[in-house]
Structures are given as structure tokens and as C-alpha cells.
């Protein structure tokens, strides 16, 4: 069963960069998925945030494309978010996801999901 | 990108059948055959339901079915019981190699 837990610090200031990690275990992610970040903001909906295959690969959701940096560090088997200039509208539950094994378009396995604060 | 749109409520009582729409464009929907739902209960972490479309994942009750007509996908919940009262959200693979959610729809079960 696969296993996801992110981590990171739950408040941020605003301008500064959110910065989590996603921790897998019980499964490579070595193995043949993207991985992914998702977010919700408070009472709101899901939105996707970006991928990243172990080899390097991204995609990133183009309303965030320039501000958000998605790594993978296989030798932690975890995968990281950097999102830069944060506002308010950043707070929210940010989960990590497996993507299905390729060529799969879904999310499978999730996180349990951290909250991020932007404030002062 | 755009969210896709969904109605922000359905309802139904026990045993009845609902449906919840996903419209979106031929940039995302419409483009591929790449749609799939979550569930979500209050607090908790999204359920991964349906994908490809119409495919269940093992585990899935075969309550929950979803098909797709043009830019629009459905998702249909038969014989609706009390758990499945839920947030329910499509998702499209998209252009670009990106993914678009929907704007999600609550199940109410009366």
C-alpha cells in the first residue's frame, strides 16, 4: 500500500516561498508515475499545482507556471513543492499525489493533506 | 484554464439515482478520454472513484458509473446511500500536459 506524508512548515509570510516535502513510502518512486501537488484552498475546490517524473519531468498548472518548482529527490524516494511570492490566496491544504502508472491520467493514492498559512 | 463546471448541488433519497455533470471544453474533456472522479467527505482526503471515463478502480461499489458525451462528463451514483453523501470533483487531462479539476458538487442524501 502505497504510503504519501507531506511536511513543511505551516505558516509562511506573505512574499516569501511555501516550501513542502512529500515523503513515499512503501513504494519507488523510481517507478513508472508522475507524482503530484494538489491544493484546496478553505471551503473551496481542488486544484491541480504540477507533476514531476523521476526522471525529471514537469508539467505545471499554467496559472502558477513561473512562480512554483516541483523536485524529486530519489535517493529520499520524495518529491518537493517550492511555490514563490506567496499571497493569502496560496493558503490551503496542499496534498501530494501518485499519478497512474503511465500512461495513467488520474490520482490513485493521496496524502493526508498539510495546511499552509499565508500570513503576517 | 478554467475550472470545469459542475452543479454546486445534487440531492436524492436512498435507493434513488443521481447525476452529477462535468462541462468542459475540447481543450480538456472534450480532447481526451482522460476524465476521473473524487470523492471527498467533510475533512478527509479525496477518494479516487472513477477514471478513464466509465473505469472503477478495484474497491469501487459498481453504484458509481461515469460516461462522457462531448465536452460533458457524468457521473452517475444508483441506489444512492446515506455514505455516499459527499463533494464529488471530475478531473480532465488536459493540453499542455496539464489537469483541470472541476469546480465540485455536493451530494446531499435526504
Known sequence: QVQLQESGPGLVKPSGTLSLTCAVADYSISNNHYWNWVRQAPGKGLEWIGEIHHRGTTNYSPSLRGRVTISVDKSKNQLSLELSSVTAADTAVYYCARGGLIPGYYFDYWGQGTLVTVSS | ?110
Open chain 2, 1 to 110: 484554464q478554467s475550472a470545469l463546471t459542475q452543479p454546486r448541488s445534487v440531492s436524492g433519497s436512498p435507493g434513488q439515482s443521481v447525476t452529477i455533470s462535468c462541462t468542459g471544453t475540447s481543450s480538456d474533456v472534450g480532447a481526451y478520454n482522460y476524465v476521473s472522479w473524487y470523492q471527498q467527505h467533510p475533512g478527509k482526503v479525496p477518494k479516487f472513484m472513477i477514471y478513464d471515463v466509465s473505469k472503477r478502480p478495484s474497491g469501487v461499489p459498481d453504484r458509481f458509473s461515469g460516461s462522457k458525451s462531448g465536452n460533458t462528463a457524468s457521473l452517475t451514483i444508483s441506489g444512492l446511500q446515506a455514505e455516499d453523501e459527499a463533494d464529488y470533483y471530475c478531473c480532465s487531462y488536459a493540453v499542455s500536459h496539464t489537469y483541470v479539476f472541476g469546480s465540485g458538487t455536493k451530494v446531499t442524501v435526504l
